[in-house]
């Protein structure tokens, strides 16, 4: 098997357009973040933090002031400073005060009495994705082989709905990810949520409300992206079939050039040669397919230490409304799709 190769030309590691504001020259993700860092100081992007006396140091030798002139500053642009109540009054933060003095507290006045005349309701969704979130920002992760790397890069990834239809650039993303360069294929392939992965195996007509015990993604796990020529079958577990293999042996008899295969489970982002903003293919179910759009690649700023588990996160969730019953105007839990069972 044979996976995507590190480029040694040194342009060719750097991103740049291959159709004007559409998609980039293919560029090897892993030579990208080495030629980033190559570029920046360890202090950029290292976990470890400076302590004041040293920051204060840098910092006045980089704005070329004195230590003196640095004190001062540090007085009067102190976050003791930067306060629109009394001293021996503790404020709400999360509350704007009235008539408020400093530009940004103005416009986040503006801001906040506009949002609360909206009266726009969050729906489960969004609500379960603000408490995820409250409930892993600034966690430090439980294992040291868990935390990001240093100097990670980050991708961002739509992920398209099953759809063939002419008017491709009226269609949103069905959600659209954040991955970093140590993520490997197949655990993005575990954050896609796709109907055609729930559905259910059975009969169900006697018992339409019961949990079923399976559904699809739990029966048929082959599925493989389609990267710049290389297929990446999901290998994992005994009942995983090579479904590319169909694919290949037609291009090889109708002499298309060859493709290869390698495993997503054994590929990481980083290993990657991809173009930005150019379509590529997620298939999964026999032929359920997904167009995957990598729209951006950049270095990871310097935070905190982060988990890979946490860090893999939904941007983006787009939503569709469910079919509704003609006849009675309600939400409808089995629709049925055969003419002879449906009497309208």
């Known amino acids: 098997?044979?996976?995507?190769?590190?480029?040694?030309?040194?342009?060719?590691?750097?991103?740049?357009?291959e159709y004007a504001d559409v998609n980039t020259k293919a560029f090897h993700i892993g030579s990208f973040r080495n030629e980033w860092l190559k570029r920046l100081k360890p202090s950029s992007y290292s976990y470890e933090r400076e302590d004041e006396d040293t920051f204060d140091a840098n910092f006045?030798?980089?704005?070329?002031?004195?230590?003196?002139?640095?004190?001062?500053?540090?007085?009067?642009c102190s976050v003791d400073s930067l306060r629109c109540h009394p001293e021996d009054q503790t404020?709400?933060?999360?509350?704007?005060?009235?008539?408020?003095?400093?530009?940004?507290?103005?416009?986040?006045?503006?801001?906040?009495?506009?949002?609360?005349?909206?009266?726009?309701?969050?729906?489960?969704?969004?609500?379960?994705?603000?408490?995820?979130?409250?409930?892993?920002?600034?966690r430090e992760p439980d294992a040291v082989t868990d935390i990001i790397p240093e100097g990670e890069v980050i991708l961002t990834i739509n992920v398209y709905y099953p759809a063939i239809i002419d008017k491709f650039s009226y269609i949103r993303p069905h959600m659209t990810l954040l991955m970093?360069?140590?993520?490997?294929?197949?655990?993005?392939?575990?954050?896609?949520?796709?109907?055609?992965?729930?559905?259910?195996?059975?009969?169900?007509?006697?018992t339409p409300d019961m949990a079923p015990d399976f559904i699809s993604?739990?029966?048929?796990?082959?599925?493989f992206f389609f990267f710049e020529g290389v297929f990446y079958n999901d290998m994992r577990f005994p009942e995983c079939q090579d479904i590319s293999m169909t694919t290949?042996?037609?291009?090889?008899?109708?002499?298309?050039?060859?493709?290869?295969?390698?495993?997503?489970?054994?590929t990481r982002f980083a290993d990657l040669t991809v173009?930005?903003?150019?379509?590529?293919?997620?298939?999964?179910?026999?032929?359920c397919e997904h167009l995957v759009i990598i729209t951006d690649v950049s270095g990871r700023p310097r935070t905190p230490r982060s988990s890979r588990q946490r860090f893999l996160s939904h941007s983006q969730n787009c939503k569709e409304w469910p079919q509704e019953c003609e006849k009675a105007l309600k939400m409808s839990t089995w629709p049925p799709n055969s003419p002879d069972a449906n009497p309208i």
């Open 1 to 17: 098997m044979a996976a995507a190769k590190e480029s040694t030309d040194l342009n060719a590691n750097i991103p740049d357009y």
């Open 60 to 76: 006045a030798k980089d704005m070329g002031i004195s230590a003196e002139t640095m004190a001062d500053l540090k007085s009067v």
């Open 91 to 138: 404020p709400d933060p999360d509350v704007v005060p009235e008539d408020p003095t400093l530009k940004t507290l103005i416009q986040r006045k503006k801001k906040q009495d506009h949002k609360a005349s909206l009266k726009l309701t969050k729906n489960r969704h969004s609500l379960y994705a603000d408490e995820l979130e409250r409930l892993t920002f600034g």
């Open 180 to 206: 970093t360069g140590s993520h490997s294929l197949a655990e993005l392939r575990d954050a896609i949520c796709c109907v055609s992965d729930l559905q259910v195996c059975g009969e169900f007509s006697s």
């Open 217 to 223: 993604k739990d029966h048929f796990k082959s599925a």
């Open 248 to 266: 290949i042996e037609w291009a090889k008899a109708r002499n298309f050039p060859p493709y290869s295969q390698s495993k997503m489970e054994d």
């Open 275 to 287: 173009k930005v903003g150019f379509p590529y293919l997620y298939c999964h179910q026999g032929d």
